[in-house]
């Protein structure tokens, strides 16, 4: 009884030359169908030989995806559409996942035919900017206690470099991106102004900026007698 022999063509399995490696890849597949001539040789050199046939089944190969979200944040990862049978690193089941953990995901789909492919994620964490609560003291003459400011002049120096930011007067506002002030107000003892900075990452943080009022009076004028 000897092993047995695999060839690509019937020439070689009659031959019994170019006999392929069985410990390593069979031989490149060029067609959706290739057929494979197996030899069972006996004692005299002779044997059997049999027709293999063996079918490519067509699977979808799915590219990395690289996704991002911000600190203290998640970011929702999506499965490819269409496969009901799947499985995440993390185990879970679900078309999507939530992630709040930076770090290398992939889901396993399995097809009809029976053949898996697996989806990569690279998850990057990015850093927000620093949250600030700021207090500025300014002189006010007038009689009503109020003061015109332009608050671009007092927020400018909080911001880190590179960042952009929007000024608003109530914390709603700032979280929808609503009303930015973009000229001179008045303002009162204690107001409170929201900021709103973003960095390059695109990812936002709201700081408050609360001014307080010094009634600064004017001296009355005084008569001396020389």
């Known amino acids: 009884n000897g092993l047995v022999e695999i060839y690509a063509n019937i020439e070689d399995a009659n031959a019994r030359q170019n006999k392929i490696n069985q410990t390593g890849t069979i031989v490149p597949i060029q067609t959706d169908v290739n057929n494979f001539y197996i030899l069972y040789p006996n004692t005299n050199s002779c044997g059997d030989r049999y027709s293999i046939k063996v079918t490519i089944l067509n699977t979808n190969t799915f590219p990395e995806e690289a996704v991002s979200f911000c600190s203290a944040q998640s970011v929702n990862l999506q499965a490819p559409e269409g496969y009901t049978n799947l499985v995440w690193s993390t185990g879970e089941t679900s078309q999507n996942i939530t992630v709040t953990t930076e770090g290398i995901y992939t889901v396993t789909v399995n097809t009809a035919n029976g053949c898996s492919i697996t989806k990569t994620f690279n998850v990057t964490e990015n850093r927000v900017p620093n949250v600030f609560t700021a207090f500025t003291t300014i002189c006010s003459f007038s009689v009503n206690n109020n003061v015109t400011i332009n608050p671009n002049n007092y927020v400018t120096s909080l911001i880190e470099n590179g960042n952009t930011f929007s000024i608003y007067n109530t914390n709603a506002d700032a979280v929808n991106l609503l009303n930015p002030i973009t000229s001179t107000i008045d303002i009162v003892d204690n107001t ?31 008569s001396v007698c020389q």
Do not use: D, K, Y
């Not at 409170?192 to 004028?221: D, H, K, W, Y």
């Open 192 to 222: 409170t102004l929201f900021i709103r900075e973003q960095n390059s990452n695109g990812c936002s943080t709201i700081s408050t900026v609360t001014f307080n009022l010094t009634n600064a009076s004017v001296l009355p004028s005084v």
